[in-house]
């Protein structure tokens, strides 16, 4: 049963941006199409309303607007976990019975913020949770933003329940990733949280990932992870400092949403700005954002043909489409998605 489920889970997540319009609403439109962009790049799953999806600073309604967009363009194509993680835990509570009601697959959730909570409170925080729907659970571990460091024992009274069957791991440590994986068993699902170590947590025993800058280059963590599979680990390190030179650049703006989004908009992939008090793009970084988006399209090209097997040869495919795509402005992202997602 849990084996099933290690199998029905692992792989790689996009931590999904959430998509405003010009005035910073929810767009339901966008929405769908950033989703269907996603449906046709190889990756395993959506992260919906977490820390790239700005989960935290959107009201319940809102969340629930971005679910249902998702979930109406991809359920059954795409693996949906939904980030439910809310201050209070009736509005967590209530998201829970949404993401269900709407057909997700998961739902997952961070510690409640603000508050200096014990152990025992954000246990019963994410109790409440698990016990309102009969979907299995992921426990978001982040606690560079939420202060909180969860414990291996709080760790292993979670994963002993049926329904709770794993962890993101956002802080930077492999070894405690590894030692939640050992507390959490065989059949414990890790997902790695940083992207810059994405290969590292994979070596260390993380199941998949779920990422923030996923979203501008799904095709390169589909490639990497596909590496590691096959037991590429040379390439693999190649491909993975390919991609943190990419990283390094995209967190040198004043938002890495902010850039991410405006990448995404070049590819014909309408977002809106990041909602403050993350910062707006700057014009003056307009520029450089689109030479960035180049380099990462040709990075796709070059790598999507590295990956071995049947998912090296889809990756050729999308290569390709993508070479064509280099130099052209605007749509011609969008419609190479359209496309592939026809073919799938
Ligand atoms: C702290 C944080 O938000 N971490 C994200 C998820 O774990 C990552 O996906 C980062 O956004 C990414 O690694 C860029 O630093
Ligand atoms: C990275 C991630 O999981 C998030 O943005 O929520």
Known sequence: MATALINQFEGIYIALYSA????????????????????????KGLYVCGSSGE????????RKRMLEAVMEEVKGELTVIVHVGANATRDSVELSRHAEQWGADAISAVPS?????????????????????????IIYNIP?????????????RMAAQEKVIGVKMSGESTFDLQQFKVAGGDDFLVFNGPDEQFLAGRIMGADGGIGGTYGVMPELFCALNQLFKDGHIQEAQALQTTING??????????????CKYVLGLRGIQTGQPRLPLLPVREEDHASLAVLNEEIIAAIARYGM??????????????????GAEGAEGAKGAERAEGDGRDA
């Open 246 to 259: 990419l990283i390094k650049k995209l967190l040198g703006y004043p938002s890495l949403y902010g850039a």
């Open 20 to 43: 405003y319009d010009e005035n910073g609403e929810v767009d339901r439109e966008r929405a769908r199409q950033l989703a269907r962009y996603y449906a046709s790049t190889g990756v």
């Open 306 to 323: 590295a990956a071995g097997g049947a998912e090296g040869a889809k990756g050729a495919e999308r290569a390709e489409g993508a070479e």
């Open 55 to 62: 989960g935290m600073l959107q009201s319940v309604e809102e």
């Open 144 to 156: 560079q933003t939420t202060g909180f460091n969860l414990s291996l024992n709080l760790l292993s």
């Open 113 to 137: 913020i603000y508050y200096r909570l014990s152990e025992a409170a954000v246990e019963n925080h994410w109790q409440q949770m698990i016990d309102s729907t009969s979907l299995p659970f």
